[in-house]
Every structure is written in C-alpha cells, then in structure tokens.
C-alpha cells in the first residue's frame, strides 16, 4: 500500500495513551511539593485547578478549620503563565520531578512560612500567606529560583548569571556577584548537580538573612556541542556545554557573599574533590559536601563564615561508589550530622556517624529534620517505600501502614502525608496534627485512570527477581499463549516494580489489554534492595541487567506453564531501558524478537561525567568498560525488527546516539526503523506526540511479531 494511502490510526475518546498525554501522566490537579508556616498551623502546597489545567497555582490550608485558600492564581494575576527561557538544572529538576506544569512551578519562604516568592515568565512575585496579597516586585532582570531570607526582607533570585538581592517592597535591587565571563554563573547548578547529585539549588540564606553561600559554575572547561533542528534549517544551532564522560567538569566554587558588599571564597581541596554534591547554612553554620572524582570518597565539611576555611565533619568511602540520596547531609536542631552507612545490604540511617537504624532497612530519602526529629523513607520489601521518623527518645517509628509508595513532609507537628498505593493510584495526601479532631485530606483534582493496572507481582528466579505481570482484561487460564512484552526501565535510576501503580503500571497493562503478556522486571543496579545489589553492574552495566531480563522471562514461563508464548517475545524500553531493549535484540535474538528503543544510550562516552563514570570509571583507565557496554560493535550481528525512537532535541541522551547506531546498522546492511521526534526532548511533551507514539509502538509491535 502506497505510504499516502495509508490511514491515521484511530484513537478512542478515553483511551489511556490520550488521557496520559492530556492529563501529564495524571500529574495535573494533584497536591504538591507542602511547606507550612512556622506554628505548623498554616500548609502551603501547589494544585492546578482541574486534572487537565497545566497552570499551577499555590493555595494554603487551614489545619485549624480545614479550609483551603487560593493565594496565587497566574490568570487571575494577569501574569505570562509560561515559562521563560529555563536554565538547564530547572529542567532537569523538572524532567526528574515529572513537573508539566507550568504557572507556579516552585516556591520558597522566609522562616515564618509568612511570604512567599515565586517567579512567573522571569518576573518576581511575592504573596502574603496570611492576607492573600500578592503582587508583582520589579527587578532588574529575570528571575531565577527566587528565595526570601529568613527574615523577609529580601528575595535572592538567579538572573543573567548574577546572584541578586531585591527588598521586599522592591526599593532596592543589586547584585552580589558578577558573571566574570558569559559562560560564568552564580546561584544556578550546574548539569551533572541536578541531573544525578539531587542538588537542584546553588544559593543558601544565614539564619540573620545578612549572607548567602553561593555556587560559582564556571562552564569554560566544558565541551562545546551543537544540536541543530532539522525541521527548521533556517534556525541556528543550539550551542551546550556538556561535561562528556572523561572530560573536564565544569569549574565550581563556593562563595559567602555579604548583603553588606563582603565576599570571601570556601576553600578545600578542589583538586581532590571536584563535585560539590549538597551545600546548605543552618543553625551551625554553613556546611558543604564535596566528592572525589571517583565517586569513592565524599567529605562533609563545616564552613567558617569568618574566613570561608573548611574542616571535615564526617568521611565516607566505598570501593565502587558513595551513594549520593535526596536530602543528605542534614544536622538536627542540636548539631547532630544526619546521613547515611552502608553496611552489608543494608544503607543505615546515621546520626553523628551512628547507624540508628536496623539491618533490612535500607534508607531512600531524607525529608527533612525538625528539631531532633528525622523525617525519612525506607524499605525492607523493595516493592514498598514507607515514611519513617527517628528521633533520640522513641528511635525509629514507621509512620505508614498500607503497602505502596509512601512519602511526606513535616514542621512543628504537623505532618503531611502522600501515600500511592493500589487503592489510591494518583496519591492519596492527609494532613495529621495533634489535637485535630480528625485527618484533613488535601483535595486532589488528578483524574481517575480509565483503565486499572492489575499486576500480579511475582518473585522470578533465584535472586527473588521483583516482577509484575500485566494480563489482559478478561483472560482465562486456557485461553492459550500469549505474545510476550517485557517492559523494564532496569537501570540505577528508577525502579518499575512497586505496590503502588505509577502511571508506567497503567501503559504496561494498556499494552496488555492489547493482547500481550507484559512483564516488567527489576534486575541488578535497580533501587531498593540494598548496596550489594546496586553495585552488582559496577564496570558492567550491560551483562547483569539483560541475564536478569531473561532469567525472569524463563521463571515466569515456569511459574504460568502454558502462558507466555517464548517463541513471540519483544522488549521496550526508554533511557537506559531503551539501552536494555536494544541490547536485548543484538545480543540475544534467540530470546527477543523485536524491541522499541527510545531515547537508549548506545554510546556511552557521550553520556556525562558524574553519571557514568560512577558505573564505568573514567574512560582512559577502562576503556573496554565502555567499549564492552557500546551497541556500535553489535550492530553487524541485527537480525530481529528494532525501532529507534530519539527527540530531536534531547539534551540527555543525545541524538547523536540513535543516529550512530543507525548508521552503523545501515553500513552493515541491516534493516531497522527509525522515528525522529522534531522539537521533543528526553521526555516528548507535546500532547499528540505523546499520545500517538504508544499507538506507533503498539503497530511496530504487531507487525514485527506477526499478529
């Protein structure tokens, strides 16, 4: 048939690829990211209007009445809801987040939880929390991450490389630093910071408001690259800096900068200790914690904001890597260093280098401290993460009970809780505060998915592989042998098999309601299951992660005899497991039978520094670790349908990736298929791109295995 004649595909009204893509994967209209006023009476957090409003808006609870107040309404302020020009850690912070939104994307406040600074289309905004004020501050250019001080008198803000300081009635506004250069930039993380340390901020108010710690980047050393749009020739290239593994970093430093004009630079061993991994300034003073370029070494440091010397706190190592987790290092009220010891399988809460907690916990996050009290999530089944407290008088307490994905936030005794579990698969939050007469729950608009995920979740093989099985609705035992999908992410970043349906859940049974058998499996190097089995794929990331795929494909055969028809088995991924997908079909063809890959790494010494490096070492000590991970070598040896799907302008994975698999799959003469996404990043957002690339995979699916 003709490639003209051929027609759209159909998409049902309420399909789930539609609803996903309409709704940002059901993100709209739920409650998030809940700060409180200093009493703990008063809770701020971010909502859109309805389940498919992209505007963020910032509303307050009442914990004393249990009424919900709208403060800051970009329609209703007449303010430019899109965003400007974003810095690359912003996207990244939002990419990481899934954050589609735009509006009020983030906030902060002065100590009192009283004034609230958010920016919108790089204008500053401030709202009185108690009056519902809120009005526009000028500044002298856009803004960035702005943040009050702890007093509220001014707002520090990012913009045009300058750390700056604004009054609060906007009567002043000047800056504290200076970009020496045009690649030079104070208060903005560079990109391996908010990519893989979890540091998505660069500037940190004293308790007096008087000073900040500032991060300095200076991306000279970094590599100049280009991505270019093929669909509009007219347009120049995008120049990036990107620090591709085994080049320079990009140069940073930490200042402490004075409202008064006083700057004095943080000095340590730089040389020694390149990343600057999580800084911050509390009621001990200024602290920052530094990491070698191994990854094997992390120091703690206490900064004296005197003279901007270092001495070291605490030291961690490791023979493969230290474990960098959200929200470490931390110190209670009292000084106590809160952070983290591996020890056998077991990643310990520690306070003051101390494990406070048991073997068989493996700690995730920490939330927060408030006073001496810890706030943090851990599991000791990988398919649940729970919200945890530990202080020195009751130790550690498990805050929540029902199977699922838990997490939460707390200050001055109240406690807002977020619970994904299978009876609530958009989250469920509660506010608790003693002497309320009963749970307040915070209202979520997010949409009821149209479909329900029904994994079974299996332990496979001898390493107790955590899988779910996807079946499609209505099956029956005899109804006979299905064609197979696996749908794994597989890698270090993310973990797809839990007791709480995500919205990747509600795609793998969407494809199972299509008449597949979906399994999703979580193999070596995945979260949640402790150190050792992190760092199984420490110098290989290619061989554990695929024999687990396949050790389980052969133990869920097993377990359902008759079930899954191996000889009908495809494989899809995205990111790291769109490398897994197509490593898959290269190197096992006599197991997979067709494989999508978006976005996969095929290359990856043009991944970056800190991300690969901590798997595969520098590329001019162990070359043949990349050489062995690389899909170039493998491309002669095709013989199965592989579709390549790339964002034409993914600044992650870069294009560059898919197009040299391509041309080596052409040079050898072996057919593939290759969708390029035009304007799409690492995560496509555009809403018909989004929902019909579920649709083009699900057709490549059927023709490659014939049904």
Same mark, same amino acid.
């Given at each position: 048939?003709?490639?003209?004649?051929?027609?759209?595909?159909?998409?049902?009204?309420?399909?789930?690829?539609?609803? $996903?893509?309409?709704?940002?994967?059901?993100?709209?209209?739920?409650?998030?990211?809940?700060?409180?006023?200093?009493?703990?009476?008063?809770?701020?957090?971010?909502?859109?209007?309805?389940?498919?409003?992209?505007?963020?808006?910032?509303?307050?609870?009442?914990?004393?009445?249990?009424?919900?107040?709208?403060?800051?309404?970009?329609?209703?302020?007449?303010?430019?809801?899109?965003?400007?020009?974003?810095?690359?850690?912003?996207?990244?912070?939002?990419?990481?987040?899934?954050?589609?939104?735009?509006?009020?994307?983030?906030?902060?406040?002065?100590?009192?939880?009283?004034?609230?600074?958010?920016?919108?289309?790089?204008?500053?905004?401030?709202?009185?929390?108690?009056?519902?004020?809120?009005?526009?501050?000028?500044?002298?250019?856009?803004?960035?991450?702005?943040?009050?001080?702890?007093?509220?008198?001014?707002?520090?803000?990012?913009?045009?490389?300058?750390?700056?300081?604004?009054?609060?009635?906007? +009567?002043?506004?000047?800056?504290?630093?200076?970009?020496?250069?045009?690649?030079?930039?104070?208060?903005?993380?560079?990109?391996?910071?908010?990519?893989?340390?979890?540091?998505?901020?660069?500037?940190?108010?004293?308790?007096?408001?008087?000073?900040?710690?500032?991060?300095?980047?200076?991306?000279?050393?970094?590599?100049?690259?280009?991505?270019?749009?093929?669909?509009?020739?007219?347009?120049?290239?995008?120049?990036?800096?990107?620090?591709?593994?085994?080049?320079?970093?990009?140069?940073?430093?930490?200042?402490?900068?004075?409202?008064?004009?006083?700057?004095?630079?943080?000095?340590?061993?730089?040389?020694?200790?390149?990343?600057?991994?999580?800084?911050?300034?509390?009621?001990?003073?200024?602290?920052?914690?530094?990491?070698?370029?191994?990854?094997?070494?992390?120091?703690?440091?206490?900064?004296?904001?005197?003279?901007?010397?270092?001495?070291?706190?605490?030291?961690?190592?490791?023979?493969?890597?230290?474990?960098?987790?959200?929200?470490?290092?931390?110190?209670?009220?009292?000084? +106590?260093?809160?952070?983290?010891?591996?020890?056998?399988?077991?990643?310990?809460?520690?306070?003051?280098?101390?494990?406070?907690?048991? @073997?068989?916990?493996?700690?995730?996050?920490?939330?927060?401290?408030?006073?001496?009290?810890?706030?943090?999530?851990?599991?000791?089944?990988?398919?649940?993460?729970?919200?945890?407290?530990?202080?020195?008088?009751?130790?550690?307490?498990?805050?929540?009970?029902?199977?699922?994905?838990?997490?939460?936030?707390?200050?001055?005794?109240?406690?807002?809780?977020?619970?994904?579990?299978?009876?609530?698969?958009?989250?469920?939050?509660?506010?608790?505060?003693?002497?309320?007469?009963?749970?307040?729950?915070?209202?979520?608009?997010?949409?009821?998915?149209?479909?329900?995920?029904?994994?079974?979740?299996?332990?496979?093989?001898?390493?107790?592989?955590?899988?779910?099985?996807?079946?499609?609705?209505?099956?029956?035992?005899?109804?006979?042998?299905?064609?197979?999908?696996?749908?794994?992410?597989?890698?270090?970043?993310?973990?797809?098999?839990?007791?709480?349906?995500?919205?990747?859940?509600?795609?793998?049974?969407?494809?199972?309601?299509?008449?597949?058998?979906?399994?999703?499996?979580?193999?070596?190097?995945?979260?949640?299951?402790?150190?050792?089995?992190?760092?199984?794929?420490?110098?290989?990331?290619?061989?554990?992660?695929?024999?687990?795929?396949?050790?389980?494909?052969?133990?869920?055969?097993?377990?359902?005899?008759?079930? $899954?028809?191996?000889?009908?088995?495809?494989?899809?991924?995205?990111?790291?497991?769109?490398?897994?997908?197509?490593?898959?079909?290269?190197?096992?063809?006599?197991?997979?039978?067709? +494989?999508?890959?978006?976005?996969? @790494?095929?290359?990856?010494?043009?991944?970056?520094?800190?991300?690969?490096?901590?798997?595969?070492?520098?590329?001019?000590?162990?070359?043949?670790?990349?050489?062995?991970?690389?899909?170039?070598?493998?491309?002669?040896?095709?013989?199965?349908?592989?579709?390549?799907?790339?964002?034409?302008?993914?600044?992650?994975?870069?294009?560059?990736?898919?197009?040299?698999?391509?041309?080596?799959?052409?040079?050898?003469?072996?057919?593939?298929?290759?969708?390029?996404?035009?304007?799409?990043?690492?995560?496509?957002?555009?809403?018909?791109?989004?929902?019909?690339?579920?649709?083009?995979?699900?057709?490549?699916?059927?023709?490659?295995?014939?049904?």
């Amino acid at each position: 048939m003709p490639t003209d004649s051929v027609p759209p595909v159909s998409v049902p009204t309420g399909s789930l690829p539609r609803q $996903l893509a309409r709704t940002r994967r059901l993100t709209l209209g739920a409650p998030a990211q809940p700060s409180f006023s200093a009493d703990g009476r008063t809770v701020l957090f971010l909502r859109g209007r309805s389940g498919e409003d992209p505007v963020t808006c910032l509303w307050a609870l009442d914990t004393g009445t249990g009424e919900e107040r709208l403060l800051a309404d970009p329609a209703a302020l007449g303010a430019d809801a899109t965003d400007a020009e974003l810095p690359e850690a912003e996207r990244i912070r939002r990419e990481r987040a899934r954050v589609h939104t735009r509006g009020v994307t983030a906030y902060a406040t002065d100590a009192a939880g009283g004034l609230a600074a958010f920016a919108l289309g790089g204008a500053l905004w401030l709202a009185d929390t108690a009056t519902g004020e809120v009005r526009r501050v000028p500044t002298a250019t856009e803004v960035y991450d702005p943040r009050p001080d702890p007093t509220g008198r001014r707002i520090a803000y990012a913009g045009g490389g300058a750390l700056r300081v604004v009054t609060a009635d906007g +009567a002043e506004d000047r800056a504290l630093a200076e970009p020496e250069h045009p690649e030079v930039r104070y208060g903005v993380p560079e990109h391996v910071a908010a990519e893989s340390m979890h540091r998505h901020r660069a500037h940190w108010w004293s308790p007096d408001g008087t000073r900040l710690l500032v991060a300095r980047v200076d991306e000279r050393p970094l590599r100049r690259l280009h991505l270019a749009d093929p669909a509009d020739p007219a347009r120049p290239p995008r120049a990036i800096r990107y620090p591709l593994a085994g080049t320079d970093n990009a140069e940073v430093t930490l200042w402490l900068l004075g409202t008064d004009g006083r700057r004095t630079e943080v000095r340590w061993d730089r040389a020694g200790y390149e990343y600057l991994t999580a800084a911050g300034w509390d009621g001990q003073g200024p602290y920052a914690a530094v990491q070698s370029r191994d990854q094997r070494t992390v120091l703690t440091l206490a900064v004296d904001p005197a003279d901007g010397t270092t001495r070291v706190l605490a030291e961690r190592r490791d023979e493969h890597w230290v474990e960098l987790l959200p929200g470490l290092p931390a110190r209670t009220a009292a000084g +106590a260093l809160v952070d983290t010891a591996d020890q056998g399988d077991t990643r310990h809460l520690t306070v003051d280098g101390k494990p406070v907690t048991p @073997p068989g916990l493996r700690i995730r996050s920490v939330l927060g401290t408030d006073g001496e009290q810890v706030l943090f999530t851990a599991s000791d089944e990988p398919t649940e993460t729970h919200l945890w407290s530990w202080d020195p008088v009751t130790g550690a307490v498990r805050l929540s009970e029902e199977p699922g994905v838990h997490t939460g936030a707390r200050r001055a005794g109240t406690l807002v809780h977020t619970a994904h579990t299978p009876g609530a698969p958009t989250g469920r939050t509660t506010v608790h505060r003693a002497g309320l007469p009963a749970t307040l729950t915070l209202v979520s608009h997010a949409e009821t998915p149209v479909l329900t995920a029904r994994p079974d979740l299996l332990r496979l093989g001898p390493r107790e592989l955590r899988g779910a099985l996807f079946l499609p609705a209505g099956h029956r035992d005899g109804d006979g042998p299905l064609p197979v999908l696996l749908d794994p992410y597989g890698g270090p970043a993310l973990q797809k098999v839990t007791a709480a349906p995500h919205w990747w859940d509600l795609t793998s049974q969407w494809f199972a309601d299509q008449g597949f058998a979906v399994l999703a499996v979580d193999g070596r190097g995945t979260p949640g299951r402790g150190p050792r089995w992190e760092k199984t794929v420490h110098a290989d990331i290619a061989g554990p992660a695929l024999a687990d795929q396949v050790e389980a494909l052969h133990a869920a055969a097993a377990l359902r005899p008759g079930l $899954l028809d191996l000889d009908r088995v495809a494989i899809r991924g995205w990111s790291y497991g769109g490398f897994l997908a197509a490593l898959a079909v290269l190197r096992r063809p006599d197991v997979f039978h067709a +494989a999508v890959a978006g976005a996969a @790494p095929t290359d990856h010494r043009l991944y970056d520094t800190h991300w690969k490096e901590r798997f595969l070492g520098h590329p001019d000590e162990h070359p043949e670790r990349y050489d062995a991970a690389s899909l170039l070598p493998d491309a002669p040896g095709l013989r199965r349908p592989l579709l390549l799907i790339q964002g034409l302008a993914d600044d992650n994975v870069l294009p560059a990736h898919a197009l040299r698999l391509s041309a080596a799959l052409l040079a050898a003469g072996r057919p593939h298929e290759f969708l390029p996404l035009v304007g799409a990043g690492h995560s496509p957002g555009d809403e018909a791109m989004a929902e019909h690339l579920l649709h083009h995979q699900l057709d490549f699916l059927r023709r490659a295995l014939r049904l």
